[in-house]
Nanobody
Framework: QVKLVESGGGVVQAGGSLRLSCAAS????????MAWWRQAPGKGREFVAA????????RYADAVKGRSTISRDNSRNMVYLQMNSLKPEDKAVYSC??????????????????WGQGTQVTVSS
């Protein structure tokens, strides 16, 4: 079983940037796709972005496309989410998750097996 720990959240003003990190331990995630999800207060879990095992393909939700970049460093067992031009509606707890396959980067949370506890992102207007 893999343990995922997110970090990098915080409070930023609208228009600001944050870089979220996801550290995996317990086993390597280098052969699996990874994703970032978020959950705002009173709302369900929402897909944000995903990346294939080798970083060759990425997918983004329309809400963050053009403002966010997902990346990974398999040598460090890490995944990142760079978020720019943050908006108040980006406020949520952001969690990383391990895909069941090397290439699945879709928005169905049932196809992700391991989840972190999340890091809070708050954007002030």
């Amino acid at each position: 079983q893999v343990k995922l720990v997110e970090s990098g959240g915080g409070v930023v003003q609208a228009g600001g940037s944050l870089r979220l990190s996801c550290a995996a331990s317990g086993r390597s995630i280098s052969l699996q796709a990874m994703a970032w999800w978020r959950q705002a207060p009173g709302k369900g879990r929402e897909f944000v972005a995903a990346i294939t095992w080798d970083g060759s393909s990425t997918r983004y939700a329309d809400a963050v496309k053009g403002r966010s970049t997902i990346s990974r460093d398999n040598s460090r067992n890490m995944v990142y989410l760079q978020m720019n031009s943050l908006k108040p509606e980006d406020k949520a707890v952001y969690s990383c998750a391990v895909s069941r396959s090397a290439s699945y980067t879709g928005p169905y949370d049932t196809l992700y097996d391991d989840w972190g506890q999340g890091t809070q992102v708050t954007v002030s207007s």
